[in-house]
C-alpha cells in the first residue's frame, strides 16, 4: 500500500521559515517523482516544487522559486520542503503527492498518489 504522510506544518511569522516532510512507503522511491501542492482557502491547488527522485532534477512553480527549496533523503525515503522567507500568500494546506516515472514532472493531473496534508498558516 502507497502511503504519503506530510508533517511540519504550523504557524510562522512573515519572513520565516519552516520544513515540510514527506514520508514514504509502499513503492520503489527512487523510481517516483514527488511533487508538492497546495491549496488555499477558495483557491485552486498550486504545484509549489517537483523532484524525480532518482536523477534529483527539481522543478519550482515560479511564486516560490528562490524561496523554496526541495531535497530528498533516499535513506529515509523522505523529500522535505524548506520553505524560507514565508508570506502570507504562502498559507494553505500542503500536499505532497507521487507518481511513477523518472522525468520530473508538474502536472498534476499526473500524480498519482497524494497524501493528507499539512496546515502552514503565515501571519502578518
Known amino acids: 500500500e502507497v502511503r504519503l504522510v506530510e508533517s511540519g506544518g504550523g504557524l510562522v511569522q512573515t519572513g520565516g521559515s519552516l520544513r515540510l516532510s514527506c514520508a514514504a512507503s509502499?513503492?520503489?522511491?527512487?523510481?517516483?517523482?514527488i511533487g508538492w501542492f497546495r491549496q488555499a482557502p477558495g483557491k485552486e491547488r498550486e504545484g509549489v516544487a517537483f523532484?524525480?527522485?532518482?536523477?534529483?532534477?527539481?522543478d519550482y512553480g515560479a511564486s516560490v522559486k528562490g524561496r523554496f527549496t526541495i531535497s530528498s533523503d533516499n535513506t529515509k525515503n523522505t523529500v522535505y520542503l524548506q520553505m524560507n522567507n514565508l508570506k502570507p500568500d504562502d498559507t494553505a494546506v500542503y500536499y505532497c503527492?507521487?507518481?511513477?516515472?523518472?522525468?520530473?514532472?508538474?502536472?498534476?493531473?499526473?500524480?498519482?498518489?497524494w497524501g493528507q496534508g499539512t496546515q502552514v498558516t503565515v501571519t502578518s
Open positions: 509502499g513503492f520503489t522511491f527512487d523510481e517516483y517523482n
Open positions: 523532484i524525480a527522485i532518482g536523477s534529483g532534477l527539481s
Open positions: 503527492a507521487a507518481v511513477f516515472g523518472e522525468f520530473v514532472t508538474r502536472y498534476e493531473y499526473e500524480y498519482r498518489y
